[in-house]
C-alpha cells in the first residue's frame, strides 16, 4: 500500500516545523515542536542513537541558522538547501550532503514536488523539507514499533530507507504519465484537437523535468554504489545498489514514454492535417458543383433583350431540369470515385 501525503493544501510558509527522532536497538524517542523551541530540541540528540532530525519549511531563517550553527554545516550546503538544485552528491569533511527531488502526484497533467536535502553525519540524520507533509509517516511508525531492521542499522541505512521510499513512488508518477498518454492517445485518434495538442506539450513538459529529476540522482547514487563516501558503510553500499538499479529501470521506462510522446506529437499533427484535408475536400466537392451552376446563373442574368429562351415557355424548369441533371451527374462522379 503507498502511504499518503498527509496534507496536499500546505505550502512553504505555513509552517516551519523542526521533528527529532532518535532511537537505538533499545530505545526511542520523538520531540517535535516550532522554531521557538530548537534550542530545547537540538539538546535531546544523544551520541550513542540514530538521530532523525527533520526541517519542515525553509523560510524562516533563524531556524535555518539555528541547525547551521549547530551542526556547523556549511554556507555552501544551505544555499543548495534554500536553491532549486540539481539532484547531487557531495562530502563535506565531516557530513555528506545529498538532495533530491520529492514526487506527490500529478494535478491535471502537471506534477505536485518539492526539493528534500539530507545532510548524513556520524550519527545523524537531517532533511529539509519545502513543505509539510511527506511519504514518511508509514516509515516513522515501523521506527516506533521497531519494525524491520532500520533500529538495528546507523544513520547510513536511514537515508537509503528515505531515498528508497521517494524513488518508490516515482513509480507511481512514471505509472500516472503512461496512463495520461494512453488517454491522450485515444483521444488523439477519436476527435484531435487545440486541446489535445496543448496536453501533450504540458505532457512533454513534464517529461522534460522528470529526466532531470533521475538522471542525476542516478549520478548521485553511482557515488555512493561505486564506494566513494566514507559515510555509507560497505555492508549497506548493497541498498543503495539497489535504489541506483530502480532510477536506471525508471530512467529506461522515462525514454520510452518520451518516444511515445513524440509519436504523438506526430500522430497528433497528421491526424490535423488528414481532418483538414477532409475539411477541403467537402468545401472542393461544393465548390466544383457550383461553377457549372453559377456559370449557368451567371449567363441567364445577363440583360440582353435578345436571348431566344428568355420567351420560351418552359425555359425557367428547363434550366432547373438541366442544374439538377449536373449536381446530380456530378455527384454521382465523385461518389464513384470515392472522394466522399
Known sequence: MNPQKPSDNHSPTDCEILELISYNRELHDKYTGTYTTVESILNKIQPD????INVDGLNNQDLIEKVQTHFCLHSLLIDDVLSDQRPKAEEFDDYLFFTLKMLYRIDGTAIDYEQISFVLGKNYLISFQEKEGDWFDGFRDRIRLDQGRVRKKQADYLLYR???????NYYNVLDRVGDLIDETEETVY????TQTFTKIQYLKKELIYLRKALFPLRDALSKIVKGESDFVKEENIR?????YEHVIHLTDSLETYKDLVSSLTDIHINAMNTKMNEVMKVLTVIST????????VGVYGMNFHYMPELDWRWGYYSVWGVMILIVVGMLAFFRHKKWF
Open 190 to 193: 477519436q476527435n484531435p484537437s
Open 162 to 168: 528515505l531515498i528508497d521510499i521517494i524513488v518508490d
Open 239 to 243: 541498498f543503495f545498489s539497489d535504489v
Open 289 to 296: 458543383i457550383f461553377i457549372p451552376l453559377t456559370f449557368i
Open 49 to 52: 542513537r540514530v538521530n532523525w
